[in-house]
T-cell receptor, first 113, second 115 residues
Framework: GENVEQHPSTLSVQEGDSAVIKCTYS??????FPWYKQELGKGPQLIID?????GEKKDQRIAVTLNKTAKHFSLHITETQPEDSAVYFC????????????FGSGTRLSIRP | DTEVTQTPKHLVMGMTNKKSLKCEQH?????MYWYKQKAKKPPELMFV???????INESVPSRFSPECPNSSLLNLHLHALQPEDSALYLC??????????????FGPGTRLLVL
């Protein structure tokens, strides 16, 4: 079955700097890669996603890149702000009769003022 | 509106109690999910309903019993739980237009403590 590995497990960056979180997946059939942000005491919220027919996607300060050959994808946050502090999960999914997604282990991002 | 609501927010129950968690969405989504999340871990899939029928049960113990009364509601009935079942229980929904890739939208969760 699919396995998603995520690094680093914790990340601390200075406010205003960039943060990068990396994930690898094992199943070449995976073709949908969402990223979720989970703040303390809340459920995961989708922040950006990418499909396998696209190599990069941007939404304001957030971007995701996908390398299908190497089976890895990354989240880039630029100009980090205190409100970016949260746990971030990458995930992978594929066409199936039900939308089952496999999560990475999570990255706790802290923004230092 | 991409809102999934869950009640209650917090629940404390004894090992002999029976309780239910409720989830509701009004986005017209036809797939709904229950996840369990332990501290500092990713969500773990428990059940998937598509078109109000149970399509995936991830070998969850029978003390957890899901129910989907209609396309907007999802319940999780709890009975004779163990302390290790204490966790954040998350509900999610997705459009499910028949096998295509779809985003799952999560609710805020119910934090359950079993004493």
């Amino acid at each position: 079955g699919e396995n998603v590995e995520q690094h680093p497990s914790t990340l601390s960056v200075q406010e205003g700097d960039s943060a990068v979180i990396k994930c690898t997946y094992s199943d070449s059939a995976s073709n949908y890669f969402p990223w979720y942000k989970q703040e303390l005491g809340k459920g995961p919220q989708l922040i950006i996603d990418i499909r396998s027919n696209v190599g990069e996607k941007k939404d304001q300060r957030i971007a995701v890149t996908l390398n299908k050959t190497a089976k890895h994808f990354s989240l880039h946050i630029t100009e980090t702000q205190p409100e970016d502090s949260a746990v971030y999960f990458c995930a992978a999914s594929w066409d199936s009769s039900a939308s089952k997604i496999i999560f990475g282990s999570g990255t706790r991002l802290s923004i230092r003022p | 509106d991409t809102e999934v609501t869950q009640t209650p927010k917090h629940l404390v129950m004894g090992m002999t109690n029976k309780k239910s968690l409720k989830c509701e969405q009004h986005m017209g989504h036809r797939a709904m999910y229950w996840y369990k999340q332990k501290a500092k871990k990713p969500p773990e899939l428990m059940f998937v309903y598509s078109y109000e029928k149970l399509s995936i049960n991830e070998s969850v113990p029978s003390r957890f019993s899901p129910e989907c009364p209609n396309s907007s509601l999802l319940n999780l009935h709890l009975h004779a739980l163990q302390p290790e079942d204490s966790a954040l229980y998350l509900c999610a929904s997705s459009p499910y237009s028949g096998g295509s890739l779809e985003t799952q939208y999560f609710g805020p969760g119910t934090r359950l403590l079993v004493l």
